[in-house]
Structures are given as structure tokens and as C-alpha cells.
């Protein structure tokens, strides 16, 4: 799923003209988004619900976004504690940088999650 799903950011991004650096971004922060929900999410229909918005704003800035959306458990992302390298490299906690690399590749990130599931809304500046 997650490779049709950066086959098409790539082709809306190209499309727009954003450069190879920056589809890369986008691609790696929606992989990072699916891969929490499918992991996390604990979904009832076992489903992520995506959709892709090209927009441009009045001051002249065209954008790329991505919204990701379960409807799973929710979270509070609010409450996740961000792991540190040195819990990373003593081996006590390898995993949980998802949210950080969507949030450094990404020029806006939007989370909202309840009992009704998570929706991730990813915006990339061209």
C-alpha cells in the first residue's frame, strides 16, 4: 500500500513541480504515518484512509499535502515521549522516532486522535 501511496505523491509532486529532494520528504513521512497506523492504530475495518491535496496560497506558495486517517484507538500525541539517541544506542528503546522524522521532513504537521481513530494532515511547501 505504502508503495502505491508514494507512487502517487511522487507524481503529484512532479506534476507541480517540486524538486527530488522534497518528493523524497513527503514519501518517507507518509511511510512513517502508514507504518505508525498499521502498527498502532489497531484499526476496526484494518483500513487507513488517505487523501492528497495540491493548493496554492495567496502569498504565491503552492503545497503539497497528505492526510492519513484511521480509525483505530487514537492517542494522546501530546503524551508521547520522544526517545533519545542515547536510549537508542544503548539499545533500551530502538523504536518510536515516527512522529520526529514526519515532523522534520514536513513544513506542517497536524495530528488529531480520539476514540474515533487518528488523522495525520502532512504539508509540503514547493
Known sequence: MEIV????????????GMSRDKIDEVRLALVEACINAFE???????RLHLIFRVGHEEEGADWLEVE??????GFDHLRIEPPTPE?????????????Q???SL????????????????MRKYK
Not at 5 to 16: D, I, K, S, Y
Not at 40 to 46: F, I, N, S
Not at 87 to 99: C, E, N, P, S
Open 5 to 16: 501511496a508514494t507512487a502517487q505523491v511522487a507524481a503529484l509532486g512532479e506534476h507541480m
Open 40 to 46: 498502532h492504530a489497531q484499526t476496526r475495518d484494518e
Open 68 to 73: 492519513v486517517l484511521d480509525q483505530g484507538k
Open 87 to 99: 536510549q537508542t544506542f544503548q539499545g533500551k528503546r530502538k523504536r518510536g522516532w515516527g512522529l
Open 101 to 103: 522524522i514526519i515532523r
Open 106 to 121: 514536513m513544513d506542517a504537521v497536524q495530528i488529531s486522535s480520539g476514540e474515533w481513530g487518528t488523522r495525520i494532515v
